[in-house]
């Protein structure tokens, strides 16, 4: 079966930091483009940070530069989202998606494609900052 699937969601402080994961099941992830998203109670779901499969470059949302990094590991074909300084605000369902590589862009991908457009998508880990 072809999917994603996210873990590392949980409850966390803020100023707290977590780091999700996501596994590529049945492709290869190093092909494709690969981004973070996320939903709150009530918001549109929104880019958090995308990275090309073909020149390393990525896009950061402005509510999460400085504080999110999003890498991948290609031996464990897996993609990573790592939070630090978390905030009430970054509480939301976090989904990952890939789009094959030479389709997109970073930019379109995090902000102009719309997430139903994405080849693959997974169910959402859930992340809750509070006290």
């Known amino acids: 079966q072809v999917q994603l699937v996210e873990s590392g969601g949980g409850l966390v402080q803020p100023g707290g930091s977590l780091r999700l994961s996501c596994v590529a099941v049945?492709?290869?992830?190093?092909?494709?483009?690969i981004g973070w998203f996320r939903q709150a109670p009530g918001k549109d779901r929104e880019g958090v940070s995308c990275?090309?499969?073909?020149?390393?470059?990525?896009y950061y949302a402005d509510s999460v530069k400085g504080r999110f990094t999003i890498s991948r590991d290609n031996d464990k074909n897996t993609a990573y989202l790592q939070m630090n300084s978390l905030k009430t605000e970054d509480t939301a369902v976090y989904y990952c998606?890939?789009?094959?590589?030479?389709?997109?862009?970073?930019?379109?991908?995090?902000?102009?494609?719309?997430?139903?457009?994405?080849?693959?998508w997974g169910k959402g880990t859930l992340v809750t900052v509070s006290s």
């Open positions: 998606a890939a789009v094959w590589g030479p389709k997109t862009t970073v930019q379109a991908m995090c902000v102009t494609t719309g997430f139903g457009s994405m080849d693959y």
């Open positions: 990275s090309s499969s073909r020149d390393g470059s990525t």
């Open positions: 049945g492709f290869t992830l190093e092909y494709y483009a």
